[in-house]
């Protein structure tokens, strides 16, 4: 059995993911989050690096919208 090959996330990505939440399309942010096969500690972890000051609580709101996308 293979693993599933997980794709590199970069912090560009992160910051498209970022920009399409502060323009208030949380759906299309979240639907580019599973393009980008981005997890919830994906996301943490950019959010970390780049010191942003943004309110942790809207990427956890990315990662459970992104999750009901990849269930659908």
């Given at each position: 059995m293979t693993k599933?090959?997980?794709k590199l996330q970069t912090p560009e990505q992160f910051l498209e993911l970022r920009e399409t939440m502060i323009n208030g399309n949380w759906?299309?942010?979240?639907?580019d989050c599973v393009e980008y096969d981005f997890c919830a500690k994906d996301l943490?972890?950019?959010?970390?690096?780049?010191g942003l000051e943004d309110n942790i609580w809207d990427y956890?709101?990315?990662?459970?919208?992104?999750e009901r996308f990849r269930k659908s």
């Amino acid at each position: 059995m293979t693993k599933n090959k997980r794709k590199l996330q970069t912090p560009e990505q992160f910051l498209e993911l970022r920009e399409t939440m502060i323009n208030g399309n949380w759906e299309q942010a979240a639907l580019d989050c599973v393009e980008y096969d981005f997890c919830a500690k994906d996301l943490r972890e950019h959010y970390q690096s780049m010191g942003l000051e943004d309110n942790i609580w809207d990427y956890v709101r990315l990662a459970e919208m992104a999750e009901r996308f990849r269930k659908s």
